[in-house]
């Protein structure tokens, strides 16, 4: 299994980005891999974000609760994370992850991991 994001970027404080992460399945489908999406701030530990599976459960860490939204597209193996009203402590290094099963918020749970995209908000 492997992921490609891409996105992210410098955005005002206020403002929105989203990401994208193409995950590579070989020998399975993408349809059976919960995803999820951590952060890592300078001086800090892979915290988690977002994560969600195929049936359409969907966690969120109380940070980023009614802002970003996680979604799919199981035709295209992408999955997605919208970010809204970013704020500076939004400022962190953004990976996506895989898992076979289900959902999970802990990192150690996630064996495939993309590289990380930089999100920077300016206050």
């Known amino acids: 299994v492997q992921l490609q994001a891409s996105g992210g970027g410098l955005v005002q404080a206020g403002g929105s980005l989203s990401m994208s992460c193409v995950v590579s399945v070989s020998g399975g489908e993408f349809s059976s891999y919960s995803m999820g999406w951590f952060r890592q701030a300078p001086g800090k530990g892979r915290q988690f974000v977002a994560a969600?599976?195929?049936?359409?459960?969907?966690v969120y860490a109380d940070s980023v609760k009614g802002r970003f939204t996680i979604s799919r597209d199981n035709t295209k193996n992408t999955v997605s994370l919208q970010m809204n009203s970013l704020k500076f402590e939004d400022t962190a290094v953004y990976y996506c992850?895989?898992?076979?099963?289900?959902?999970?918020?802990?990192?150690?749970?996630?064996?495939?991991w993309g590289q990380g995209t930089q999100v920077t908000v300016s206050s």
């Open positions: 969600g599976n195929v049936s359409g459960v969907e």
């Open positions: 992850a895989a898992r076979s099963g289900g959902v999970a918020v802990l990192a150690a749970r996630y064996p495939y």
